[in-house]
């Protein structure tokens, strides 16, 4: 297993993995260089575990954090065998940000560039992904560690769990976590937060919506483990496709996002499972879902979202039924087309 390069996962707050082992990821997604990596994977029954493996360091999203968190979270995006990412961490710290030694002075402005562009990138990348991403919080989360959880999909903490963006208080203001914050929880709420650096306890992000849901710390992996379990027994591509329209009509006007997501209806439709579904339901039985799964020319999942497709109800007939998703309608998932 060694030489796969990824570190085992920690002794404390990893039961279930200690409990069933999974299978390493393969090889040829570790990133190079000397050193242990500073996150570990394994995935098993189409859930991904990431693992925030750097406690000495309080997590903190270095370069080569942010780096290995990209390469785990890119690697066979395309699986049909993947259908749902977990991101935790080891220790008592979720992620403490960015690692202060490498913003200051003795790093260039180049360098300092990097660092925030690679963030950036892996937090549209989680958005962008095609399968649900979930936090599983057990500690702190502060600046860009908080702004991590924010940009996931779904968010599991427990009650021992605090957040906050303190950057202000050392002279950096969180403009990078802002993004993210300011786009989950309430204005004024993501600004006391920014402007003050104070932290907020887990029922209070739960009551303003960065969490998803709050549980005692020994209820944690439990409670992670069951919602993962449930979007993993369900279809993929219509999963990737809702998830996709979700993140895609937000910003868009009622009427354009109607729009959007009716035509998403009809692609739904269209589908092996939309179909095997309707009927499953009509002659009450479970349905049997195809796995199937589209797989685009190019696949860039940290790409900007396409703009609305502008075609009639009335020209997406020629798709016909029971049809996969094809390359006409690839904009349904957000993917980029060549």
């Known amino acids: 297993m060694a030489a796969l390069g990824l570190r085992a996962f920690g002794t404390k707050g990893l039961g279930w993995l200690r409990r069933n ?3 390493p990821l393969s090889a040829g997604f570790c990133s190079r260089g000397p050193g242990p990596r500073p996150t570990s994977a394994r995935q098993r029954e189409g859930i991904r575990n990431i693992v925030l493996s750097d406690p000495k360091k309080r997590n903190a999203l270095s370069l080569a954090m942010l780096k290995s968190l990209q390469s785990d979270l890119l690697h066979e995006a395309e699986s049909k065998d993947l259908k749902v990412i977990i991101i935790s961490a080891e220790g008592p710290v979720f992620s403490s940000g960015h690692d202060l030694k490498e913003l200051t002075d003795e790093q260039s402005p180049d360098y300092h ?7 950036s990138e892996v937090m549209m990348l989680i958005q962008n992904h095609p399968v649900p991403v979930i936090a599983m919080v057990n500690g702190l989360a502060t600046a860009a560690g908080c702004q991590l959880v924010a940009s ?32 989950t929880v309430p204005r004024k709420v993501a600004l006391e937060m920014l402007f003050t650096g104070e932290p907020i306890s887990a029922q209070e992000a739960l009551l303003h919506g960065l969490l998803s849901k709050v549980v005692p710390e020994e209820q944690l992996e439990e409670e992670t483990m069951r919602i993962a379990k449930k979007i993993a027994s369900l279809s993929r591509p219509v999963v990737s496709l809702g998830k996709a329209t979700f993140y895609k009509q937000l910003p868009q006007d009622l009427r354009t996002a109607y729009y959007l997501t009716s035509q998403t209806m009809v692609d739904n439709v269209a589908l092996r499972d939309g179909q095997e579904g309707i009927k499953a339901f009509i ?3 479970k349905p049997i879902w195809s796995q199937f799964l589209f797989q685009p020319a190019h696949t860039d999942y940290q790409s900007e979202m396409p703009p609305p497709r502008q075609r009639s109800f009335a020209s997406r007939r020629r798709y016909g039924k029971s049809r996969d998703l094809n390359a006409n309608s690839i904009l349904a998932l957000g993917l980029p087309r060549n």
Not at 113 to 119: K, L
Not at 163 to 181: H, K, Q, W
């Open 283 to 285: 002659q009450k039985r």
């Open 113 to 119: 560039a990097e660092v925030f562009q690679t963030c």
């Open 152 to 183: 996931c999909d779904i968010a599991v903490a427990s009650d021992k769990s605090s957040f906050a963006t303190p950057g202000v208080n050392i002279g950096l203001f969180c403009s990078t976590p802002a993004v993210a914050l300011g786009r």
């Open 21 to 23: 082992p999974w299978a």
